[in-house]
């Protein structure tokens, strides 16, 4: 579903991503693990059109998406849940939800949103700035779904949340994916990022270093020194 080839990303004279090659296949999870200032957010951000290539292909469902503007990639199919949210604080949870829908015209998605997280429907007439950060995090994934994807990327969705909320929002993950929706991950919480996938890629300085099933990842010492803790 989505191919990257080959791509290179600099900032002026600063090159961040070397030949980056990533598969991931319809209906699959992926994660991608990386420490801080490996180049995870610029691929995202890569992917998405928000940084523009050096050099190098990504191609969605088979068509050239490099160098198209973020809105036709989400019209093409494909979304961002960002880190740290970028909730309209101000503005009311259905009217989040109503702007992720903003260019398919049809709020019909709601009542699935509000089945998938009930904590959503309760809360909809409330200001998404006064949402607690798990509420917040359900709300951004939420909104991305109102565009209708056929795969998403999630950029840190645990970030800064309880280990409640934590569990909470990657079984919701995981439950989209079941499904039908393919997933690019980016997670800190490594290990249960990779219980729920299917494969996953390690991102350091720049350059993918490790690719493999997400089983051959739990058991890499290597890995697990690195990335879990053990």
Known sequence: MLQVRSLNVSYSALQVLWDINIDIQKGEIVTLVGSNGAGK????????????????????????IQGEP???IVREGLSLVPEKRELFSRMTV?????????????????D?????????????????????GGQQQMLAIARCLMSKPEMIILDEPSLGLSPKFVHNVLEAVK?????????????QNVRRALEISDRGYVLE????????????????DAIKEA????
Do not use: W
């Open 227 to 230: 990335y879990l803790g053990i």
């Open 175 to 187: 439950s989209l994916n079941d499904e039908g929706l393919t997933i690019l991950l980016v997670e």
């Open 112 to 132: 699935e949103i509000f089945h998938l997280f009930p904590a959503l429907k309760e809360a909809k007439d409330r200001n998404a700035g006064l949402l607690s």
């Open 205 to 220: 300085n720049g350059q993918i270093v490790k690719s493999g099933s997400a089983e051959m990842f739990l058991e890499d």
């Open 94 to 110: 259905l009217e989040n939800l109503t702007l992720g829908a903003y260019f398919r015209k049809d709020e019909s998605s709601t």
């Open 70 to 72: 973020p809105y036709d």
């Open 41 to 64: 957010t610029t691929l995202v951000s890569s992917i998405l059109g928000f940084t523009k290539a050096s050099s190098g292909n990504i191609l969605f469902k088979g068509k050239e």
